[in-house]
């Protein structure tokens, strides 16, 4: 087994006990050296995916917004459609709204556009979305994104449009 493996093993396990900066360090680590672990181009993809979904997972859990945001992006770009990913454009938002800027908003947007074009029935997403677009101050799109999450069954929907749209 090479040093790739074990820093990455070594990351889950600090993960999984609460040691969350010593996960970041084994993630880190682990995935600086990926390119030379001698994995299949499937594999490497795969596990690049799902090492910096755990990368920005642990960031997260230290406050690291930026970070995670960051590593999140990473994830998602390679594989915008997995499966499994759904939860992860919903983790990078709420990075985005911890950090409440113009520049957070615009990237939820951006992720959460995504997301909706994969998941289309994902409520929250559109939710989330047409909050992020209201706090930009872009009260058309926010109310387009709310009244899909009221069409979805969103029940706060209603509520948003008649408060800000």
């Known amino acids: 087994m090479n040093n790739y493996w074990n820093d990455y093993l070594s990351g889950v396990e600090a993960y999984r006990n609460g040691k969350y900066q010593n996960a970041i360090y084994f993630f880190e680590k682990s995935m600086s050296v990926i390119?030379?672990?001698?994995?299949?181009?499937?594999?490497?993809?795969?596990?690049?995916?799902?090492?910096?979904?755990?990368?920005?997972?642990?960031?997260?859990?230290?406050?690291?917004?930026?970070?995670?945001?960051?590593?999140?992006?990473?994830?998602?770009?390679?594989?915008?459609?997995?499966?499994?990913?759904?939860?992860?454009?919903?983790?990078?938002?709420?990075c985005c709204f911890q950090l409440d800027n113009p520049e957070s908003m615009r990237t939820a947007i951006k992720y959460l556009n995504i997301c909706t074009n994969y998941f289309p029935n994902n409520e929250v997403a559109f939710?989330?979305?047409?909050?992020?677009?209201?706090?930009?101050?872009?009260?058309?799109?926010?109310?387009?994104?709310?009244?899909?999450?009221?069409?979805?069954?969103?029940?706060?929907?209603?509520?948003?449009?008649n408060d800000f749209c």
């Open 35 to 94: 390119k030379f672990a001698g994995l299949s181009r499937e594999d490497e993809k795969d596990t690049i995916e799902t090492g910096y979904c755990n990368l920005g997972n642990a960031k997260k859990e230290v406050s690291d917004f930026i970070g995670a945001i960051e590593s999140y992006k990473i994830a998602l770009d390679s594989n915008p459609s997995r499966p499994d990913f759904e939860k992860l454009y919903m983790q990078l938002s709420e």
């Open 127 to 161: 939710m989330n979305k047409g909050i992020a677009y209201l706090k930009i101050n872009d009260r058309n799109n926010g109310k387009i994104s709310l009244e899909s999450a009221k069409a979805l069954g969103n029940k706060d929907a209603q509520r948003f449009i």
